[in-house]
């Protein structure tokens, strides 16, 4: 199979969706790579590395896509590249396509197949603990009174107490959130509706100071935050919230809601993606930060962490094709939004109220 690793296009981007180390091992198992000039230089690998561990280099955006088969990617698909789709293409990237119907739209007219990296969470999203972490550091330099928030450090001194923070969800995003926080000196509360993520949290952080409670914690203890990191991933057809609009009143005029899960009109009602060259926003006088690929400021880390979790994932495609490597792995099946035209993601057909066909049709075929 011919794999392209396109360079990223979107705004203060860095990462890459492989480096040499995962080039070397596609070679090895007779695939072709293609690799887009300065793809993994923000991560870290040159060029040179990429030749060196047995890849071809391209110079442009139309030579990768015009030859290579299965095309990888960190970040979704940007409307500049929508000329570049043909049916024949595999993508394989984190396409968040539920909220985004003119995506849908270009990849079912291309009559491609198409997966969602952020679907498949075998060992954990692996830049979440990234994007909580770097995400709480955000939030936590929002709250310096230059910003307009608390003003309060986040070390108690002399007898003033640190920043208050409420850390929501404590799966990889939170805990990483939690840990910055309560390292930093922070008050910190974690909350989560499973007991088990709790516990899990209680452990992982035993000496560091963090509470734990169950959500429904969560409204007595929003007049006093001076920090509110969110870190649950809300189900694209509800449409209640966590913190609605009316809830922000409930806030001091100096608090600050950091969305890290960045769901729009989601767990936070007022939440809006926002990018890195224009991070934050009032909503309701309240400061949010919504930064939608916040593990993109670390790129090192955050495309090691990616390109290691998804290789599995390519070998068995260049081995099997799609259909039959979903069959072989559920984790990678639960990432399949269209094949050959049709909408197979539930969770985008049901909030776009559009047909698909379902999972279990495609893996019993």
Not at 251 to 275: H, M, N, Q, W, Y
Not at 324 to 351: F, K, N, Q
């Amino acid at each position: 199979m011919r794999v392209g690793l396109a360079r990223e296009i979107k705004p203060q981007e860095g990462r890459v969706a492989l480096l040499p180390e995962q080039v070397r091992s596609l070679v090895e198992a007779g695939h072709t790579v293609l690799v887009e000039r300065d793809a993994g230089r923000l991560s870290g690998a040159e060029d040179d590395d990429y030749a060196a561990a047995g890849a071809r280099l391209v110079g442009t955006p139309a030579a990768l896509w015009g030859e290579a088969e299965l095309i990888v990617k960190v970040k979704e698909i940007l409307p500049p590249e929508y000329p570049l789709l043909e049916p024949r293409h595999i993508v394989f990237t984190n396409l968040h396509t539920a909220l985004n119907r003119p995506l849908t739209d270009r990849l079912l007219e291309v009559g491609l197949t198409a997966l969602s990296a952020e679907e498949m969470h075998r060992y954990g999203t692996p830049n979440s603990p990234l994007a909580g972490e770097v995400g709480a550091l955000e939030g936590l330099r929002l709250c310096f009174a230059p910003f307009g928030g608390s003003g309060r450090h986040f070390v108690g001194h002399y007898g003033a107490s640190p920043v208050s923070a409420v850390v929501v969800g404590l799966g990889g995003a939170g805990l990483g959130a939690a840990r910055v926080l309560c390292r930093l000196g922070c008050r910190v509360v974690g909350l989560d509706q499973d007991t088990g993520a709790r516990y899990r949290a209680s452990l992982a952080l035993a000496h560091e100071g963090l509470d734990t409670a169950g959500i429904e914690a969560l409204p007595g203890l929003l007049p006093e935050l001076d920090l509110l990191v969110n870190c649950v991933r809300w189900d694209k057809s509800r449409r209640d919230h966590l913190v609605s609009r009316a809830d922000l009143a409930k806030l001091k005029r100096t608090a600050v809601i950091c969305d890290v899960s960045c769901d729009e009109a989601g767990a936070i009602e007022t939440s809006r993606p926002t990018s890195w060259e224009a991070p934050a926003y009032r909503a309701e006088g309240i400061l949010h930060f919504a930064v939608d690929n916040i593990p993109g400021a670390v790129p090192v880390a955050a495309s090691a962490g990616y390109a290691r979790a998804i290789l599995p994932f390519l070998l068995a495609i260049g081995e099997y094709g799609v259909p039959e490597a979903c069959r072989r792995d559920p984790w990678l099946a639960r990432g399949l939004t269209c094949l050959d035209g049709a909408l197979i993601l539930e969770e985008t057909g049901r909030y776009q109220r559009r047909p698909f066909r379902p999972l279990s049709e495609v893996l019993s075929g």
